[in-house]
T-cell receptor, first 115, second 114 residues
Framework: AQSVTQLDSQVPVFEEAPVELRCNYS??????LFWYVQYPNQGLQLLLK??????LVKGINGFEAEFNKSQTSFHLRKPSVHISDTAEYFC?????????????FGGGTRVLVKP | ETGVTQTPRHLVMGMTNKKSLKCEQH?????MYWYKQSAKKPLELMFV???????ENNSVPSRFSPECPNSSHLFLHLHTLQPEDSALYLC?????????????FGPGTRLTVL
């Protein structure tokens, strides 16, 4: 069984400051990794995903994440946040298999960007 | 319409009511999902349908009854709910068998049970 831990439930950050959201996972097989963002009163939107290849993944809105297999981590970063980045961010994992993949989500990290 | 749509966006119902949530995906996917998102709890997978067949039921109470008449539509029928069932219900779809199984989400239905 797979699991995902997001260590920070809330992260306050000032506008134009960098932010890092931590995500650790556990799985007995190789995985795909995702970060989703949820803006207020909306569904989840994919920010970026790691499938294979380069461990540094770039996503939308200036976000990037780095897959670290030895530390089983997939931390999300943005060098300079905007007020509009205020949202909840979810890390998710699915097992690398041909079909029947399921996503397992972390508990979410709420980012509040302050002016 | 594009992507995944859900109706209604908001629903208030009494504990004795019967209502249904609707989800429609316009992406040609073959798998659809219902999730429950409660305050301060992780996203909970409720049901999974692949090619209209239910492949997962995560111990969901029988007062929630899913229906998938075709691969584009998914319903969640609700009856005799409890106040703790108040939550955001999210629908998602994906193309099962495609690498990564990326899921696309609808905007959700905010359900309040009085």
């Amino acid at each position: 069984a797979q699991s995902v831990t997001q260590l920070d439930s809330q992260v306050p950050v000032f506008e134009e400051a960098p932010v890092e959201l931590r995500c650790n996972y556990s799985s007995s097989v190789s995985v795909y990794l995702f970060w989703y963002v949820q803006y207020p009163n909306q569904g989840l939107q994919l920010l970026l995903k790691y499938l294979s290849g380069s461990t540094l993944v770039k996503g939308i809105n200036g976000f990037e994440a780095e897959f670290n297999k030895s530390q089983t981590s997939f931390h999300l970063r943005k060098p300079s946040v905007h007020i509009s980045d205020t949202a909840e961010y979810f890390c998710a994992v699915s097992e690398n298999k041909a079909a029947g993949n399921k996503l397992t989500f972390g508990g979410g990290t709420r980012v509040l960007v302050k002016p | 319409e594009t992507g995944v749509t859900q109706t209604p966006r908001h629903l208030v119902m009494g504990m004795t009511n019967k209502k249904s949530l609707k989800c429609e995906q316009h992406l040609g996917h073959n798998a659809m999902y219902w999730y429950k998102q409660s305050a301060k709890k992780p996203l909970e997978l409720m049901f999974v349908y692949n090619f209209k067949e239910q492949t997962e039921n995560n111990s969901v109470p029988s007062r929630f009854s899913p229906e998938c008449p075709n691969s584009s539509h998914l319903f969640l029928h609700l009856h005799t709910l409890q106040p703790e069932d108040s939550a955001l219900y999210l629908c998602a779809s994906s193309q099962d068998g495609r690498e990564s199984n990326e899921q696309f989400f609808g905007p959700g239905t905010r359900l309040t049970v009085l």
